[in-house]
């Protein structure tokens, strides 16, 4: 029945303005208040969670030296090690993706970082080679579990610009926790033994339950929005720009990893000590920190392929300088920190191009660009170590570094021009 007033002398019903205005909230400001606060809360404990999980990432690299002279292992072997919890870390990445975007993302967003504490922090007890594999592959599972959902809580590409600066402070944490853990890993083992190792959990087996209940639900959103692109039209996506995308990381992916891998055997071999071997690897990570916030913000005000071109152009010779010369001297410290700074601000621009390019599907997109493309960039890293028993570390990594040129070369590729940039600004 339709609603209004009955004016008598014309017979002319008017409309009740009740039936016809929009409902305004009582307070408004009040409510976009509300929202601020709730991104604020959710940036927050993203960015604290996305800290720990990479730390402990980061555990295994400095302790390679000792693990070797425990266990009696070639560089190979070494290799392989932190090449089992790269790929457990990344390749599952976009089901992990597929599954949050279809089912939700708070439980995975949570108890990823959860069960990668609790296993990497566990590797003091394992007294064979395949007890270590067996932990940091069930570590890596957790991480694979939590980049996707963070990454798409992070850029929340629904809400349009702006997308590279939320990544970026997303990624800022991961790079931090990255940071810190080479240094937290022997400051512990030093302390305490390998067996001591397991105290590092504690952090994060207090604190998840509490970013559990600080994230939204998100049964609402899963159950208005629409089913994610089937296999087909992924696969579409990657035979086209997501393809160079997902090379571009994959590049990038391996030029890190090896360095991550080889820079605290390259160390040890020279005559450094563990702890200079783990103070390399902090000053790298740290660097990356500062350089996901550039990228993203980058990533926002000026054409992406051009500045993945520039990014991917520089990080070349910075690495190699920096494997050249070594953390031993001062210009050594400086072209670590350059080349770790180009290497992660290659990110942001990365992730937000993907998930432009299937916006029904960001945990998915970013499982591709990150998950997937950081497993085959890490398979390479079993050929450095190969080639490091043969010709020794520091060779092995030097020869590897010119890879970087495939990234720049996909960069140019004429369709990363086409897609869409939110500033008309170039490089």
């Known amino acids: 029945m339709a609603r209004g007033f009955l004016n008598y002398r014309s017979g002319r019903l008017y409309p009740d303005l009740a039936s016809v205005l929009p409902v305004l909230p009582a307070n408004p400001s009040k409510e976009v208040r509300s929202n601020q606060l709730s991104s604020i809360r959710i940036a927050i404990i993203m960015s604290c969670a996305h800290g720990l999980n990479d730390a402990y990432a ?14 009696g292992l070639s ?38 970082p959860l069960i990668s504490g609790v296993f ?15 932990l940091l592959t069930l570590g890596g599972l957790g991480s694979a579990a939590f980049h996707p959902p963070g990454a798409s809580y992070a850029v929340r590409i629904s809400e349009g610009k702006g ?28 302390w305490r033994g390998m067996e001591g190792l397991w105290l590092a959990m504690l952090p994060v087996v207090i604190l998840m339950p509490i970013f559990f209940f600080g994230l ?6 899963v159950a208005q929005k629409s089913a994610p692109p089937s296999l087909r039209i992924v696969l579409k996506h990657l035979a086209g720009p997501l393809g160079l ?20 055997i390259i160390v040890a071999h020279s005559g450094g000590s563990e702890t200079l071997g783990a103070v390399a690897l902090s000053v790298y990570l740290g660097a990356q920190a500062f350089g996901t916030v550039a990228g993203g913000l980058l990533a926002d005000r000026v054409n992406r392929a051009s500045l993945l071109v520039h990014l991917c152009l520089w990080a070349l010779p910075a690495h190699l300088l920096a494997i050249w010369l070594g953390p031993q001297t001062g210009l050594g410290l400086v072209a ?23 916006p029904g599907a960001a945990a998915v ?27 020794g570390p520091q060779l092995a990594t030097l020869v590897s570094m010119p890879i970087i040129l495939i990234a720049i070369l996909l960069s140019l590729h004429p369709a990363l021009r086409q897609g869409r940039v939110d500033s008309a600004a170039g490089i």
Do not use: H, N
């Not at 980061?58 to 266990?71: N, Q």
């Not at 990497?120 to 067996?134: D, H, N, P, R, Y």
């Not at 939204?216 to 959103?221: L, M, Q, T, V």
């Not at 990381?249 to 820079?263: D, P």
């Open 58 to 71: 980061s555990f295994v690299p400095p302790l390679l030296p000792r693990i070797m002279d425990d266990l």
């Open 75 to 112: 560089i190979a072997m070494a290799a392989t090690l932190a090449v089992s919890f790269s790929i457990a870390s990344a390749l599952p990445q976009p089901l992990f993706g597929y599954l949050a975007d279809r089912k939700g993302r708070r439980i995975l967003a949570v108890a990823g």
């Open 120 to 134: 990497v922090a566990s590797i003091g007890f394992a007294g064979s080679f395949w007890m270590l594999v067996l």
């Open 163 to 190: 997308g590279g600066a939320r990544y970026s402070v997303f990624s800022f944490g991961g790079s931090v926790g990255f940071a810190v853990g080479p240094l937290a890993a022997v400051g512990l083992v030093q």
């Open 216 to 221: 939204p639900s998100g049964r609402a959103e």
């Open 245 to 264: 995308i997902f090379g571009i990381s994959a590049t990038m992916a391996f030029v890190q990893r090896t360095f991550l891998t080889m820079e605290p």
């Open 336 to 358: 670590t920190g350059v080349a770790g700074f180009l290497a992660m601000a290659t990110l942001p621009p990365i992730v937000v191009m993907a998930q432009e390019m299937i």
């Open 365 to 391: 997109s970013s499982g591709i660009v990150m998950g997937l493309a950081w497993a085959t960039g890490s398979i390479g890293v079993l050929g450095t170590g190969v080639l490091a028993d043969s010709i």
